[in-house]
């Protein structure tokens, strides 16, 4: 049912403002198009492991994502042919330092201390595309200690995963193992040491991740 776990991740392409909700819980603006931030993989935690929150920071936050994965690489892709290049779906948590990102925003820094440090990016396996009727009509949850925070669907996304992948494309070449965070609806919350983070993707893939603060 799921893609090989060898696969080698590459860039990851990190969406912002594509759920309403969200634009209006940030106080926000929605965007004339999508815009993303990049991702190390070595920021990629798997199923099981543990989100360390940097002794640095004092404000950590949790934001569940459809993450996509490319099979097939390409450069200016056409939006009619996008869905081509996807090898699979799966489940995210963009784990943000709120904090260092409230810092950079006002001084007009970049965000990747905010973004990608070691184990921003938990990653579930991947659910071949091929296997997914339509993943618009797919749920994603998030829960904390077992509460629910976060509950949307793919369908109400601003810039759809053909969309985004076209976009991208024209000005990055997308390689085999690229992975796209679609973006965060409304719930995002902080996370505190000892707490255990659950997201899911419909009954397709889940991922579960425990939190310790780093000493």
């Given amino acids: 049912m799921y893609l090989a776990e060898d696969f080698e991740f590459r860039k990851i392409f990190g969406m912002v403002l594509n759920y309403a909700d969200h634009i209006t819980e940030m106080n ?9 931030f990049l991702v190390p993989p070595t920021a990629i935690i798997r199923d099981g492991e543990t989100i360390i929150l940097p002794a640095g920071s004092r404000e950590v936050h949790y934001e569940v994502e459809l993450a996509v994965l490319i099979g097939r690489g390409g450069k200016k892709i056409p939006l009619r042919s996008a869905y081509d290049h996807v090898a699979g779906y799966g489940i995210g948590i963009d784990v ?3 904090d260092f990102q409230k810092v950079a925003k006002k001084m007009g820094y970049p965000w990747a201390l905010a973004k990608g440090f070691d184990t921003s990016a938990p990653l579930s396996r991947f659910v071949p595309r091929e296997l997914i009727d339509n993943i618009y009509h797919e749920e994603f949850t998030l829960t904390v200690n077992g509460e629910m925070k976060q509950h949307n669907s793919p369908a109400t996304m601003i810039f759809r995963i053909d969309e985004i992948i076209e976009f991208i494309s024209r000005y990055f070449t997308l390689n085999t193992g690229d992975v796209i965070f679609t973006g965060t609806p409304m719930g995002i919350g902080e996370l505190q040491d000892g707490d255990s983070v659950k997201a899911t993707l419909g009954n397709l ?11």
């Fill in 28 to 36: 926000s603006e929605a965007p004339s198009h999508p815009i993303f």
């Fill in 96 to 98: 943000t330092l709120r």
């Fill in 205 to 215: 893939v889940s991922l579960t991740c425990s939190v310790k603060k780093e000493i």
